[in-house]
């Protein structure tokens, strides 16, 4: 999810109550539902980083380690900075870690829920998990949570911000019974219609439209781009993407760093071919991210020598 949402989701936790059971409290729910995008720094590094992002910082010994290095900072900064009033709430060490836990987890739980995915197991286990449930910048969960974070905030109650977060929890919830319900039903009709389940499949969320849904199955050779929409209606382009997977120059550009990394992170790959002066110029981007560019794709120059021999 976006920063905003992650913020707003602590600091409804936090009006609902629990930033008064210690001093920092609202910092720490804040800071902590945050910190495991540390790994955004990647992006001023010559590294890929999509290859990088949502890697080591949300797995799980991050997941273990970082409220206990961000309670230490919090322990040390009391130290130094005394509360200026004694109508500070008092510092509890305990408090703070389990306040500090609730935010890192809130953090991947909800990087878990979009299509853009999560590797929870690093550095044990790289594998990509996806929830395909709530759109990366979801607006409904900003109203929600903002609205009761204001409404605490103003009437200087706990109520407001304890309802947003019940209404946001019972909605993710719906997000994800709905794209495990609407997986099932696609895989059914293409199974229908082709004879045999696809090779792989996302029914993935969309911007503002909980009803609808993007739909991108792997349909061996090339992709087939489509929609779902509630109660049961697929709809998928005639028009295929090919993968281009098997081209004798994609085995060349492989091997390229800047290939091989956002390969790290692609999910359904599309490799692009155009031919440019001394051999083929070879892209790489994934199909959920067709129309964004940038971070999202990667090239290499395979010579004509190269590509022929091999």
Known sequence: M???????????????????????????LMISANIPDLD??????????????????????????LPIAMTGAFWLWHRRRPPASDGAHPFHAGWLLALCYIGVYSHVFLDFLNNYGVRLLTPFDWRWFY????????????????????????????????????????YVVAMLTSARVARGIVTEQWAEAHGAPPQALMVGPWPITPLTREVIVDAGDHYELGSFSWPSRLALSPEHVAK????????????????RALLIWSRFPIFMLDPVEGGTRVTVTDARFMSRGGTFAASTIVPTHTSASD
Not at 41 to 64: E, K, M, N, Y
Not at 140 to 162: A, C, D, E, N
């Open 40 to 65: 955004v720094l990647s992006f001023l590094s010559d590294t890929s980083p999509v290859a990088f992002r949502r890697g080591l910082t949300h797995g799980i010994v991050a997941q273990i380690a």
């Open 244 to 259: 281009n997977d098997h081209r004798p120059e994609v085995a060349v550009a492989r091997a390229d760093p800047r290939i």
């Open 2 to 28: 976006d920063n905003l949402c992650h913020t707003l989701v602590g600091a409804a936790i936090g009006e609902a109550g629990l930033k008064t059971r210690t001093r920092f409290g609202a910092a720490a």
């Open 131 to 170: 929830g395909d449930s709530v759109f990366i910048v979801d607006i409904w969960l900003w109203l929600v949570l903002g609205i009761g974070v204001w409404l605490s905030r103003r009437r200087h109650s706990t109520t407001p911000s304890t309802y947003a977060v019940a209404i946001a929890t019972i």
